[in-house]
């Protein structure tokens, strides 16, 4: 750290939690292996009397959730835009990796959200001489807690995983439509499918639509917790089907903001996560590996034709959205 005192975060878990510690502990020994930029590592662990800890090193930046709510997307520049789709791709390299650990073994994350995102701006963090960060610094996935590795032979098994589920709204429709079914690796494709959307929100419109975007989603007759990106329907048979509103939101910014319009870098983002990412059927969106070839021929194609950035175009005036004041408010 040349000199400067290391600043770490810890994790506690009580001593009911063992089993819990545990089966953390060896997926952060499986996420050390991959040593991925985008993947946090542990520093160590240990037990005091009778509690059981984790340190990591501390995410100066916060996670992404408050770096949305820190820093302005305005003005929207080129330099902004290709750190964002660099972002974008980084991430999916890591899920990648999680997904397809080795030959014989396949992982998934199974509680990605904002929260579990992590920004680190090479101030505090240890990851600066292993990994450069860059001026605006380098997102990590963290809090692999719910993880979950299986070797090839029962990936495809016939029992539902006993793993808890993770944070509801990022969770994806099988997750009602069929909650005794095991869950696959494209659990993690909607929720990574909706961070992606936030993430381009903000970028386009900052932190406070990003805000509006989750109040129009909301239902007075529902519990906070499952205002997600899909809606359920009850007849005959239950379906699920993606909320209005971010189908709305989507279709807004693709073809009514100049920027996303024709050949862009953000339009063929949106093109990605509502044709591949966001979709109710699990066969129908795309695996890691198919997300992290096309962010990399996005960003290849940022880096090499500036214009496709976002046209050069200005920002619309209208706000996004339905003219309609959002529901429960």
Not at 13 to 40: V, Y
Not at 134 to 151: C, S, Y
Not at 175 to 187: A, G, I, N, V
């Amino acid at each position: 750290m040349q000199g400067r005192e290391p600043h770490i975060a810890i994790k506690e878990l009580t001593s009911d939690e063992i089993k819990p510690f545990q089966t953390e502990l060896g997926m952060l020994r499986k996420i050390q292996e991959l040593n991925h930029p985008h993947l946090i590592n542990v520093m160590a662990s240990f037990q005091r009397d009778q509690s059981y800890y984790f340190m990591f090193p501390l995410a100066d930046g916060g996670n992404l959730r408050e770096f949305w709510k820190r820093e302005d997307s305005k003005p929207l520049t080129a330099e902004l835009i290709t750190w964002v789709l660099q972002q974008l791709l980084g991430l999916a390299g890591a899920l990648k990796a999680i997904h397809n650990f080795s030959e014989n073994q396949f992982g998934r994350h199974g509680d990605l959200k904002p929260e579990n995102i992590l920004v680190f701006t090479g101030v505090e963090g240890w990851q600066v001489s292993a990994h450069p960060v860059g001026e605006r610094g380098i997102l990590q996935i963290a809090d692999v807690g719910l993880a979950k590795f299986h070797e090839a032979m029962t990936i495809d098994r016939n029992v539902a995983t006993n793993t808890k589920s993770g944070t509801g709204i990022y969770e994806p429709p099988e997750t009602d439509l069929y909650p005794e079914r095991p869950r696959s690796r494209k659990f993690d494709i909607w929720s990574m499918g909706c961070i992606f959307l936030e993430f381009m929100i903000w970028l386009l419109r900052g932190s406070e639509e990003v805000e509006r975007f989750n109040d129009w989603r909301r239902d007075s007759l529902v519990p906070v917790k499952r205002h997600k990106f899909y809606t359920i329907k009850n007849g005959t048979s239950i379906k699920a089907e993606i909320h209005p509103e971010t189908r709305s939101w989507i279709d807004e910014m693709m073809y009514k903001d100049p920027r996303c319009e024709d050949d862009t870098a953000l339009g063929d983002v949106l093109t990605l996560i509502g044709e591949r990412l966001l979709q109710i059927q699990v066969d129908d969106r795309a695996d890691s590996g198919e997300l992290h070839e096309k962010l990399k021929k996005i960003v290849k194609n940022a880096e090499s034709k500036p214009s496709y950035l976002f046209n050069g175009a200005p920002p619309p005036i209208a706000p996004l959205g339905p003219a309609s004041p959002p529901r429960g408010i």
